[in-house]
C-alpha cells in the first residue's frame, strides 16, 4: 500500500507540473451545467397488489479542467399498501484534469440498501485516473485510489439469525470503469464498473444503461444494474439485480 501511495503522488506531482498550453485555455472556457431528472412507476393489481417506485435526480457542472458529477436515486417497493423495500443512494464526484488525459478526483458514496446485506454503506476515495479513448461518439475513463469505507450492521432476521451483526470500518482500494458510445444521434449506452476491495468483503457493482431521446428534453431510459458480494451470511445470495425503465427530462 505504501508503495502504491508513493507512485500515486509521483504520478500526480510529475503530471501537475507538465502541464500544457490546452491545458490553460480549458482554464478560461466557459462553465457548463446540465441535471436530469427520472421518474418511473409500476403498479400491479389482480392476484398480485404491489407497486414500485424509482426516482433519480443527476447534476454535471464543467468549468475548464475541473467536472463534478453528483446523482441520487430511490427505488422503492410496496406490497399490500406497505413498504417492502428501498433503496437510496447518493454519489458526488469531482475530477480535475492535469495533462494528456490523466486527472485526478475525489468521490463519495452513500448507500441506504434494505436489498442487499448491508443496511448503510457509506466510502470515500479520492486517487488518479486516465482517459483511455476519446472519440466523439465514444470514450473511456479508468481510475484508482485508496478510501475508507464504512458499514452499518443489518439486523434484520432471517430464519432466526441476524443479517450482519458487525460494523465495519476499514481501508479499501477502489477502482472504477466508465464507458460511453453514442451509435446514433438519439440513442447513448453508458456502463459503470465500480470495485470497492477491503478486508471484510469486495463489493463488484455494474450499471448499464441505454437512453433514446424522443424530443430535445426528453428521453426513455432503461437500466441494468447488477452488484456483487465477495462475502454475505450462508441464507442470503451473492448478487443483488434490478432491470430500471424511466422517463428522463433534461435541462441544458
Known amino acids: ?16 507540473h507538465a502541464a500544457d498550453d490546452q491545458d490553460i485555455e480549458e482554464d478560461v472556457s466557459p462553465s457548463h451545467f446540465t441535471s436530469e431528472v427520472g421518474l418511473g412507476f409500476t403498479a400491479l393489481a389482480g392476484n398480485s397488489d404491489s407497486q414500485t417506485l424509482n426516482a433519480n ?6 468549468k475548464g479542467r475541473y467536472k463534478t458529477n453528483a446523482d441520487t436515486s430511490l427505488l422503492m417497493a410496496k406490497k399490500n399498501g406497505e413498504e417492502d423495500k428501498r433503496k437510496i443512494s447518493a454519489n458526488l ?5 492535469i ?7 475525489g468521490s463519495g458514496s452513500y448507500i441506504d440498501d434494505r ?5 448503510v454503506d457509506s466510502l470515500a476515495s479520492a486517487g488518479i485516473g486516465y482517459r483511455l479513448f476519446s472519440y466523439e461518439t465514444f470514450q473511456t475513463l479508468v481510475d484508482i485510489g485508496p478510501g475508507f469505507r464504512h ?12 443479517v450482519k451483526p458487525e460494523v465495519v470500518n476499514e481501508a479499501v482500494l477502489q477502482s472504477s470503469l466508465t464507458m ?11 456502463n459503470k464498473t465500480n470495485i470497492v476491495a477491503g478486508n471484510s468483503n469486495t463489493t463488484i457493482q455494474n450499471d448499464l444503461s441505454l437512453t433514446n431521446s424522443i424530443t430535445d428534453n426528453i428521453a426513455l431510459s432503461i437500466g441494468f444494474n447488477y452488484t456483487y458480494y465477495t462475502w454475505v451470511p450462508n441464507n442470503m445470495k451473492n448478487f443483488d439485480s434490478s432491470t430500471i425503465v424511466s422517463l428522463i427530462y433534461s435541462m441544458k
Not at 464526484?93 to 484534469?97: D, I, S
Not at 458499514?151 to 441476524?162: A, K, R
Not at 460511453?180 to 453508458?190: A, I, Y
Request: net charge negative; glycine share 4%.
Open 99 to 105: 495533462r494528456d488525459g490523466y486527472y485526478l478526483y
Open 57 to 62: 435526480y443527476d447534476l454535471q457542472y464543467i
Open 115 to 119: 436489498y442487499g446485506p448491508y443496511y
Open 1 to 16: 500500500m505504501a508503495r502504491y501511495l508513493l507512485t500515486l503522488l509521483l504520478l500526480a506531482n510529475t503530471a501537475a
Open 180 to 190: 460511453t458510445w453514442k451509435p446514433l444521434k438519439t440513442l447513448s449506452v453508458e
Open 93 to 97: 464526484k469531482t475530477q480535475m484534469l
Open 151 to 162: 458499514q452499518d450492521p443489518n439486523l434484520d432476521e432471517i430464519d432466526g439469525d441476524i
